[in-house]
């Protein structure tokens, strides 16, 4: 039986391997490191940018692979400024979830500026299904997840705040989509600036 870990490492890297092959990728809040070295390793010509507010995280992240192509930012994201246009490739893991409403609207519109006019944004997070025991199960593991963080880290978020309107008026379009764990997670494959068809799987 896959473990927790695994389970949301598949939902990490569920479109890695289809995408276009990036110049320049940036990847926004990435924990423990599990995504980056399947990143890097994917990719091993492009340039990896990696923001965390969490240094301890990135000290992490950077003992599990070595490379000069990777640079890892110790800051807030919403105070770091990076160079406008350049990435290809936005990854955001878990990372979204962790705004309110207000902040989410910012670093989308950041993460925006900050990517190319043509580029991929992968992105893996919680969601509520959308009925059924399905729905209800969700709902009360997110609950959980929530109430754990705001304990453990301070964590000012209370609950999941949908994302896509804000990706949609930066010029993203949902290009695939899975969901996994009845509903319970989801990998979505947005583009920006190419002819967009949507599929939708689990």
């Known amino acids: 039986m896959a473990t927790a870990g695994e389970k949301l490492q598949r939902c990490r890297v569920a479109f890695l391997r289809e995408i276009s092959v990036p110049r320049k990728i940036l990847i926004a809040g990435e924990g423990h490191g599990r995504f ?7 990719f091993p010509n492009a340039g990896i940018v990696v923001v965390d507010s969490s240094a301890k995280m990135l000290e992490i992240a950077g003992g599990k692979v070595e490379s000069a192509r990777i640079e890892f930012v110790h800051a807030d994201f919403l105070e770091w400024v990076g160079p406008s246009g350049e990435f290809d490739l ?6 979204l979830d962790c705004f309110r409403e207000e ?3 910012v670093v989308v519109r950041k993460l925006g500026d900050l990517a190319a006019p043509q580029a991929d944004w992968l992105l893996a997070d919680f969601e509520i299904a959308p009925d059924g025991l399905a729905r209800w199960r969700s709902w009360v593991i997110v609950a959980v997840l929530y109430r754990f963080f705001r304990i453990m880290t301070g964590l ?10 804000h990706l949609k008026e930066m010029g993203f379009a949902l290009h695939h989509r899975k969901t996994h764990e009845w509903g319970l997670l989801k990998s979505e494959w947005w583009r920006r600036g190419r002819g967009v068809c949507c599929f939708i799987g689990n």
């Open 103 to 105: 902040e989410l609207a």
């Open 90 to 95: 936005i990854v955001t893991n878990f990372f």
């Open 36 to 42: 980056l070295p399947v990143c890097a390793e994917v």
């Open 156 to 165: 000012r978020a209370k609950a999941l705040v949908p994302p896509e309107p």
